[in-house]
């Protein structure tokens, strides 16, 4: 029964390889999700922005060094104002960011500003600007929120003073930091797994239907058991040929690995 099961298996194989459309249909999807990820990476809350600086005191070069450390959030471009503004009018950057030349004296008489000019064309991408913009500002006020402190941690029980008399206690629930790269490979595992085990092994059983060859299938001396387990060995292992591949290089790669 084994046997023939694994005749079976070796046949659908040949049959499914020897099928680039089928093939293509099994592997385009996964593939076409990953691009998608790959491109969603980069460009979910990453804007090209312009950085001025204009004071020179330690507090403005702080809040720099705050803007540019958040890589995440941000392609940035340090500028002075005349390219910054040019450049936010040619629309080369989807914001200009200002670091006033009073920022020090400001923060010590309490009223401290920072300068955004937005391009808001569109919707998302002027909230992920002021949703970074805000991040950073806060870790300038409160550090442990920002991205720095977010790696860094942990920041459990920690009280940090500030300019404005508060402090913000941070209570972590996780301490591990996962990229929307990692979190979004899982879902492609699982549709490689469903393309080529679940829409392959049918594609093979309505081929048999289509061609009539089910017929002789089912007139076999065999148990229909067996035309059962041998066609799922095979979806078994065409998915295991395609997919560990893929979780191997995701864990060389780093894009896959056990928590802590």
């Given at each position: ?79 002075d104002r005349r ?60 550090p442990q929120l ?82 059962v387990l041998g ?30």
């Open positions: 029964m084994i046997r023939a099961a694994a005749g079976i298996a070796r046949m659908d194989l040949v049959t499914w390889l020897r099928s680039p459309w089928l093939v293509a249909a099994a592997l385009l999807p996964p593939l076409g999700m990953a691009v998608l990820v790959g491109v969603l990476t980069v460009s979910v809350g990453q804007q090209p922005v312009a950085l001025v600086v204009e004071g020179h005191g330690p507090l403005a070069a702080r809040l720099a060094s705050l803007f540019v450390a958040d890589e995440e959030a941000y392609l940035l471009s340090t500028l390219s910054a503004d040019r450049a936010l009018t040619d629309q080369r950057v989807a914001a200009e960011i200002v670091i006033p030349a009073d920022f020090d004296e400001r923060v010590a008489a309490g009223d401290a500003t920072v300068d955004l000019y937005l391009n808001n064309v569109d919707i998302d991408v002027a909230d992920d600007v002021r949703r970074s913009v805000t991040r950073s500002v806060a870790e300038f006020d409160a920002g991205v720095l402190g977010e790696r860094n941690g942990p920041s459990q029980g920690i009280l940090l003073p500030n300019p404005y008399r508060m402090a913000v206690a941070e209570h972590d629930l996780r301490q591990t930091d996962v990229e929307f790269l990692q979190y979004q490979v899982i879902p492609i595992l699982v549709l490689v797994v469903i393309s080529v085990g679940l829409v392959g092994t049918a594609s093979l059983a309505s081929r048999d239907w289509e061609r009539a060859t089910a017929g002789v299938l089912l007139m076999a001396p065999r148990p229909r058991a067996v035309l066609r799922l060995l095979c979806g078994m292992v065409a998915t295991l040929a395609v997919h560990e591949p893929l979780v191997l290089s995701g864990a060389v790669a780093g894009i896959l690995a056990r928590p802590p």
